[in-house]
């Protein structure tokens, strides 16, 4: 049996248990959920830089907050940015890193959120994230005040992300695990800067994010 017969086999199961008033059979769950090595250690971060740079971002570690400033800075002045939007609850370090040389920054809360037309004519984003997983190169955000309304992470040009080491997972479940504390939060999964494909294979970047996925690894 091939996996989509399986698949629809296995649903059509649950719905004539569930019209007949029987209870749905238990989903097996007995998938990895750790890897081999500790959250945040060494190993795990150099795969979570590989699969990174694989995707196109370009990736830092800082090793205290003054560091983590700069390379803040240095990421807005390397894409060019001239304007930037925060979050209300972004680190006021990270804040004044954004502002240096000159950029205007607006700050974003969801009492009062910058227009989306508006945030169309920010060249870049700047925020901190909950959990990332190594597995996949992915960033999660859960729309804490560091964080922001998701709208402020998806039209910006450019996104700066601060990531702290000892929240990078080895596995999706264990982030998930980190997600899930609080799962009324909206989520928002990064990998990469935003690229897509026509019928063609033409790869396009930008379409439904950033273009430009900038990573910054306190530890």
């Known amino acids: 049996m091939d996996a989509k017969t399986a698949i629809l086999a296995r649903a059509r199961d649950a719905i004539s248990r569930s019209q007949q008033g029987r ?10 959920r750790q ?19 694989d ?14 400033a700069d390379a803040i800075d240095a990421f807005l002045t390397d894409q060019g940015a001239r304007s930037v939007v925060v979050p209300a609850g ?17 700050e974003d809360s969801r009492e009062d959120p910058i227009p989306t037309l508006e945030l169309n004519e920010i060249d870049a984003v700047v925020t901190c994230s909950r959990v990332s997983i190594s ?8 729309g804490e005040p560091d964080q922001g309304r998701r ?7 450019t996104h700066v992300v601060v990531i702290e080491r000892e929240m990078i997972m080895p596995t999706v479940p264990q982030a ?13 999964w990064i990998a990469g800067g935003s690229a897509t494909s026509d019928i063609e294979l033409v790869r396009v970047n930008g379409v439904h994010g950033p273009r430009n996925l900038r990573v910054v690894i306190a530890h």
Do not use: F, N, W
């Open 23 to 32: 209870p749905v059979r238990d989903i097996p769950r007995d998938y990895i």
């Open 35 to 53: 890897g081999t090595h500790a959250p945040g250690s060494e190993p795990v971060v150099e795969d979570m830089i590989d699969k990174l740079e």
């Open 55 to 68: 995707y196109s971002a370009k990736v830092v570690r800082a090793s205290e907050d003054a560091k983590v």
């Open 90 to 106: 972004l680190p006021e370090g990270y804040k004044e890193a954004a502002a240096r040389g000159g950029r205007t920054v607006r």
């Open 135 to 142: 597995l996949s190169g992915t960033i999660c955000l859960d």
């Open 151 to 157: 709208a402020i992470t998806l039209v910006p040009d």
């Open 176 to 188: 998930v695990d980190v997600l899930g504390q609080h799962p009324t939060r909206p989520t928002t």
